[in-house]
């Protein structure tokens, strides 16, 4: 088994460590001093279940023992892939407890995703929920297990309810005793903690390992720079396991605040509003076209009257994708709030407008990096810097920032410059006050409301086709979802009857891959040539065909 690791050069590491912001403090300490400071304080609410940060250390720790029990060992990874319930941070603690390695996958992860995920991370066993949004994810990773001789182990929570062991009739995890925490292995701050799998530009998504050290750090600085304390109230709207919600400053920077995390069934706007009323929300945060339809729902309901309560809520924060000025200008008036405009990226760096900023920097920018130390670059395509003000690819280093993905020697040499800069794939444009807006991405990703979907990964899936000769995915601009995604289909001369879309459509289902990622729009064509000037590169193809497909 390959260990995983993530290394800065030594003296980097060393003025990180010199400047406070990594202090040696691991997940699992962060669960165990807030428990002992305030076991009886809430941490997280979903519907007519609490848990205090007492319930959750005692029961992520019987976990951990039960985990350990069933011959799991410490650096052995575990796939994660749950909803929005407290099992997920029970069975994230547990892992941390245990010294295990979590791989964040996304509830809308399929075979296809989970394979490759459970192969490139060599995976021993898979926490799932019985059924999420009505699909029987047990069933799902149970047919895994059968196929990939690593993947040992089967857990499913029984939300609501314990965890129970597999179809072998393993541990039931919760019935395990409660382990000391010296039978509990200690893991190194600057060991990773997890892995959060990339959004990927290219072919499938890559793994990011992320240290304690620094992952701990951004929830620190997130609280302080989202203004987090203990009496916050988090509302987790979009998916848990994505770093936004996660750790900008997320569920993990609310526990990190000792503030409570308020987990959301459902991210429609009305639910939510009323939830926020109910709750005392004081923070949450939306991906774009999700903030869009809180705003109109709220304008419908405070015109009937039925607006709910919301002066509790005091940050709206929307990232994920670029958020329009129009749009961004809405939020106070409608919601009584605060906007904040967060742009990160799971590799690391993180961009929040700070929520004193002038309301122009809120609403036209998409912040400025967390970080005194994030290094910022913006170059021309020959890695110059540009001219300050113009804009160029975003490039960035800093004190968590990620140096090297999990085992992809190809893709570390063109994500990441000689000496140690992420190529991050964003255009942007850099103002004085330091203060970055996005203009755009240089790499073929199509970001269909918040979700990263990389146009080669869809094209080799429609290329498997028999009838398909070539395909290419392009992103086009979509009212609702920001993006949407379009796929280009040349059918093979030979082939007799030439799929349609439909077909094709039915095709991509059977791929078993997120729903997410299967194309809006599949469009049949003769020619992929779109200049008469013979072969032209797959980049230009795409820039041409998303030009055309806009158009229309
Ligand atoms: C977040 O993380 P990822 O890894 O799903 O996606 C990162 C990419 C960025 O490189 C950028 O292309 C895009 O998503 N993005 C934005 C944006 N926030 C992210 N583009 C324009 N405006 C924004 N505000 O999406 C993520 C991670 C942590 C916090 C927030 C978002």
Avoid at 11 to 24: E, K, S, T
Wanted: proline share 8%; aromatic share 6%.
């Amino acid at each position: 088994m390959q260990p995983i690791t993530q290394t800065w050069p030594a003296d980097l590491a060393a003025r990180y460590r010199a400047l406070g912001y990594w202090r040696g403090e691991t997940f699992a300490d962060l669960l165990r001093t807030r428990a002992a400071a305030h076991p009886a304080r809430i941490a997280i609410t979903a519907g007519a279940r609490s848990w205090s940060y007492g319930d959750l250390l005692i029961r992520s720790e019987r976990l951990a023992a039960g985990l350990l029990a069933r011959g799991l060992r410490p650096g052995d990874r575990v796939l994660v892939q749950m909803g929005n319930v407290p099992e997920f941070f029970q069975t994230s603690f547990a892992l941390f407890l245990a010294g295990m390695i979590p791989v964040f996958t996304l509830p809308a992860h399929r075979r296809t995703e989970l394979e490759h995920l459970a192969a490139r991370s060599e995976a021993a066993a898979i926490v799932t929920e019985a059924r999420i949004a009505g699909f029987d994810h047990a069933a799902q990773a149970h047919a895994l297990a059968a196929d990939l001789p690593a993947l040992r182990h089967v857990i499913v929570a029984e939300t609501g309810a314990a965890l129970t062991g597999d179809a072998s009739g393993l541990t039931h995890a919760e019935h395990a005793p409660s382990a000391p925490p010296s039978a509990l292995p200690a893991s190194r701050p600057a060991s990773v903690a997890f892995l959060q799998i990339s959004g990927g530009s290219t072919g499938l998504s890559k793994l990011i390992p992320r240290t304690h050290d620094d992952y701990i750090y951004t929830l620190r600085e997130s609280a302080r720079i989202c203004g987090l304390d203990a009496q916050a109230v988090y509302l987790a709207v979009l998916p848990v396991a994505h770093n936004f919600t996660m750790s900008s400053p997320g569920c993990f920077g609310a526990l990190y605040a000792g503030g409570r995390v308020v987990l959301a069934p459902t991210p429609a706007p009305e639910p939510c509003l009323r939830l926020i009323a109910q709750e005392g929300v004081t923070i949450a945060a939306l991906v774009p076209p999700l903030a869009l339809k809180w705003l109109d729902t709220a304008e419908r309901l405070r015109e009937a009257g039925r607006l709910p309560d919301l002066s509790c809520l005091r940050v709206v924060q929307v990232g994920g994708a670029k958020f329009l000025p129009a749009s961004a200008r809405r939020v106070t008036p409608v919601l009584g709030c605060t906007l904040q405009q967060v742009f990160g990226m799971a590799e690391g760096l993180v961009n929040y407008t700070r929520l004193d900023d002038a309301p122009d920097l809120i609403t036209e920018t998409q912040g400025r990096p967390i970080s005194p130390d994030d290094e910022i670059r913006v170059v021309d395509d020959a890695d110059r810097p540009v001219a300050p003000g113009t804009p160029g690819h975003l490039l960035t280093r800093g004190p968590y920032t990620i140096r090297a993905y999990h085992a992809e020697p190809a893709a570390n040499a063109r994500s990441f410059t000689a000496d140690g800069f992420y190529r991050t794939g964003d255009i942007v444009q850099e103002l004085p006050s330091g203060h970055l807006v996005v203009q755009g991405r240089a790499t073929d990703h199509i970001n269909r409301a918040g979700e990263k979907i990389s146009a080669e990964e869809i094209e080799n899936h429609l290329i498997a086709h028999p009838a398909v000769l070539d395909a290419v995915v392009v992103s086009v601009p979509d009212p609702h979802l920001g993006e949407r995604s379009c796929a280009f289909v040349l059918p093979r001369p030979e082939a007799e009857t030439p799929p349609d879309a439909p077909a094709l459509r039915r095709f991509m289902r059977g791929r078993d891959i997120a729903a997410f990622k299967i194309p809006d729009e599949i469009r049949v064509v003769t020619t992929l040539d779109t200049t008469a000037v013979g072969k032209i590169s797959r980049r230009d193809l795409r820039a041409a065909l998303a030009r055309d497909a806009a158009l229309v």
